[in-house]
């Protein structure tokens, strides 16, 4: 397992934040989870995936980070099975199954995160979410050191919510989904359709993670800062994007705080103007 002393993990959140940690492993099976929760230490430890739903506070962490991005990404699929360990990124599992001919990963195709990741969070887009694709999780749990697997309907999943969020001490291992068998061609054009409509609507020319705040009910965020006139407000390097006011770009060299600020004075201005609390979806570390 690879394992790095003070890494830098500015390439390892997509805000592109600097922050360094004290010892990140990149485990590559279940054996090496193990053996990082077996150690004979306390020091805290942090796990991420891909880094797209974080916001790194501090500029350094005395805790471990346990990293998902890359590593521990084995995929394999039998007829319209596909069962991948957690650290595959959705790009990558879109396009094992554009090479099967199997369908309902085309969304995926664009939104950056890994299977762990997008369990965790329900992840989804345009009405579809990963839940209406898994069958099963793997996971490990450091308190009793034990892995288990649990079935799709036990995991009670919401608009952007899972069993995992409920109980952040399991790590997810791997998943079991279940896809339609479909034509190259036609899963190829959603792909590409799907990319080219989020291009369109979101700055994806600067490093952001997503959507920073849970879609209140019976409104958007985008819109609500359009109107209170919020985007382009600006602290330090970051800024709430002119293109999608839901999102916020780290236009130069951003610290967390500079966005943590700025959520915290668009949380003021909604809740002032419309009573409603904007609940943040990104994970603040
Ligand atoms: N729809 C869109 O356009 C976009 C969506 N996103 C969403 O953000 C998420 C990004 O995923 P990703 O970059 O991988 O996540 P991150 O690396 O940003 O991790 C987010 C949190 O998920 C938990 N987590 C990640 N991997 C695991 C695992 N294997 N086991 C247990 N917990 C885990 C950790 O929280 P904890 O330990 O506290 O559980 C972590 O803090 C996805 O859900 C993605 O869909 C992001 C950008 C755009
Ligand atoms: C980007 C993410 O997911 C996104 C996902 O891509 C999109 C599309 O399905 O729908 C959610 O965003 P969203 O609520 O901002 O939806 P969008 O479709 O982008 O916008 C909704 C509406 O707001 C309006 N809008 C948007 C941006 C803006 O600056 N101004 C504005 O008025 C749009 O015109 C649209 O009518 C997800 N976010 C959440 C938290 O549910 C993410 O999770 O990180």
Not at 66 to 79: L, Q
Not at 154 to 180: C, D, G, V
Request: a neutral charge; hydrophobic letters at 35%; one cysteine or more.
């Amino acid at each position: 397992m690879k394992v790095v002393e003070h890494l830098d993990l500015t390439l390892y959140n997509s805000y592109r934040i600097k922050a360094i940690c004290k010892r990140a492993y990149f485990p590559d099976s279940e054996n090496d989870i193990q053996t990082i929760y077996t150690s004979d230490d306390d020091v805290r430890k942090i796990v991420l995936g891909s880094g797209h739903n974080i916001i790194l506070s501090k500029s350094t962490y005395d805790d471990y980070f346990i990293i998902f991005s890359g590593n521990f990404n084995r995929v394999t699929i039998t007829g319209t099975e596909v069962v991948a360990e957690a650290g595959i990124s959705m790009y990558d599992l879109s396009l094992h199954a554009l090479a099967h001919e199997l369908s309902g990963l085309e969304l995926f195709y664009d939104i950056p995160s890994s299977l762990g990741g997008a369990v965790v969070m329900n992840a989804g887009a345009s009405g579809e979410e990963i839940k209406d694709l898994l069958t099963k999780v793997r996971y490990y749990n450091p308190s009793s050191n034990q892995f288990a697997d649990i079935q799709q309907d036990e995991m009670a999943f919401e608009y952007r919510n899972s069993f995992f969020q409920r109980n952040p001490h399991l790590i997810i291992t791997k998943a079991w989904l279940s896809l339609k068998k479909g034509t190259k061609a036609a899963i190829k054009e959603k792909m590409e359709q799907n990319k080219a409509t989020r291009w369109a609507k979101q700055p994806k020319e600067y490093p952001n993670a997503g959507s920073v705040f849970k879609r209140p009910k019976g409104f958007y965020v985008g819109a609500l800062m359009d109107e209170l006139q919020l985007k382009g407000y600006s602290i330090g390097g970051a800024k709430i994007s002119e293109k999608h006011g839901g999102f916020i770009v780290n236009v130069n060299n951003a610290t967390g705080d500079d966005i943590l600020r700025i959520i915290k004075h668009a949380q003021d201005k909604v809740h002032e103007r419309y009573g409603i609390t904007l609940e943040v979806e990104q994970r603040i570390i």
